[in-house]
């Protein structure tokens, strides 16, 4: 059985920075693709980030690209998103999602889910 928890968010001025953790309970970590989405009420779930099994390589979503950074401690089955410079459009609850097999950015492809954290960015 896989759990996904995540933590760090909260209430952030713009500007300022959090990092977000993800810890996985599953065997084998580094097998999989591990994401970060992001969605508001009423929207669809958005891709923000995805990291490859060793970490060597990652992906962002345009809007996120040059603030946010992706990381993983496959040691400790972590995932990060450390998130700079944040501003009021990236409010919303943010979810650390795990994929087995080949990288994707689509929501609907991954097969292991957290329960999400809220992160609000207001003045």
């Known amino acids: 059985q896989v759990h996904l928890v995540e933590s760090g968010g909260g209430l952030m001025r713009p500007g300022d920075s959090v990092s977000l953790s993800c810890t996985a309970s599953?065997?084998?970590?580094?097998?999989?693709?591990m994401g970060w989405f992001r969605q508001v009420p009423g929207k669809e779930r958005q891709f923000v980030a995805a990291?490859?099994?060793?970490?060597?390589?990652?992906d962002y979503t345009d809007s996120v690209k040059g603030r946010f950074t992706i990381s993983r401690d496959n040691a400790k089955n972590r995932l990060y998103l450390q998130m700079n410079n944040l501003k009021p459009e990236d409010t919303a609850a943010y979810y650390c999602?795990?994929?087995?097999?080949?990288?994707?950015?689509?929501?609907?492809?991954?097969?292991?889910w957290g329960q999400g954290t809220q992160v609000t960015v207001s003045s």
């Open positions: 999602a795990a994929k087995g097999g080949g990288w994707s950015s689509r929501s609907g492809e991954y097969d292991y």
């Open positions: 599953m065997s084998a970590f580094g097998g999989y693709i």
């Open positions: 990291i490859t099994f060793s970490g060597s390589s990652a």
